[in-house]
């Protein structure tokens, strides 16, 4: 763990986000994806799962426009944004809860991310089995929550289940592909699923 802190400390990505006064180094894989995707366009509704402690959902709102943002996450958020963001501090796996508050604000989004992430035990199985299941109930919310013509994004660590997760996602989309940004570090098992063009 200390070498984790050590390597952390050095690194280009964390340093750059320090020097940048922003929320965290996750800002940047990001800003990489929607550099190459596209998926960010102005004034478009974001549901960020997982969004917690913010780096994702400042990215988006910073963006030129007046971007929404609605977030998920277990953990509270240190970080207030301004009224274009909306959180919601509840267990993804009280998916029912969720769902019956968003249908009741009948909301709609253009973009569906998620950086979800379990905490790590050091057993990669088990690790990569608790990623699958958040992946997956992050799918969950394509079918009512995603316009027609939206993208959708993932984390996930790769494991026996990705290629699954990946079908999964594949099937309610024009395009999908894997995407690793360079913010992602290249010894973690952490790879991006993209859906785009809800069909
Ligand atoms: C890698 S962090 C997300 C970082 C964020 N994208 C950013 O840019 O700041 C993963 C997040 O998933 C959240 N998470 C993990 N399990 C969860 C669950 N069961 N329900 C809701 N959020 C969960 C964690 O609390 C954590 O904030």
């Known amino acids: 763990m200390k070498q984790w802190y050590k390597n952390r400390k050095s690194d280009h990505f964390y340093l750059k986000a320090k020097k940048n006064s922003l929320i965290s180094r996750a800002y940047y894989k990001l800003e990489e994806i929607d550099r190459k995707k596209k998926l960010i366009t102005k004034n478009c509704s974001v ?68 950086d979800i992430a379990p905490n790590t035990s050091g057993n990669q199985f088990s690790d990569q ?45 024009e395009k999908s592909s894997y995407i690793k940004p360079s913010a992602s570090d290249k010894n973690s098992k952490e790879i991006y699923i993209l859906g785009l063009e809800k069909k």
Not at 52 to 75: A, C, E, F, H, T
């Open 47 to 114: 549901l960020d799962i997982g969004c917690s402690p913010g780096g994702w959902s400042q990215y988006v709102l910073n963006k030129n426009g007046s971007q929404r943002v609605v977030g998920i996450d277990i953990l509270p958020m240190e970080h207030t944004f301004d009224e274009n963001f909306e959180f919601y501090n509840y267990d993804l796996n009280e998916f029912a809860k969720i769902v019956d508050i968003f249908k009741s604000k009948k909301y709609l989004f253009d973009v569906i991310i998620s």
């Open 129 to 173: 089995t608790n990623s699958y299941n958040l992946s997956i109930l992050s799918v969950k919310f394509i079918d009512d929550f995603l316009k027609k013509g939206g993208h959708f994004l993932v984390k996930n660590f790769q494991g026996e289940d990705t290629e699954q997760l990946y079908k999964e996602i594949k099937k309610f989309f």
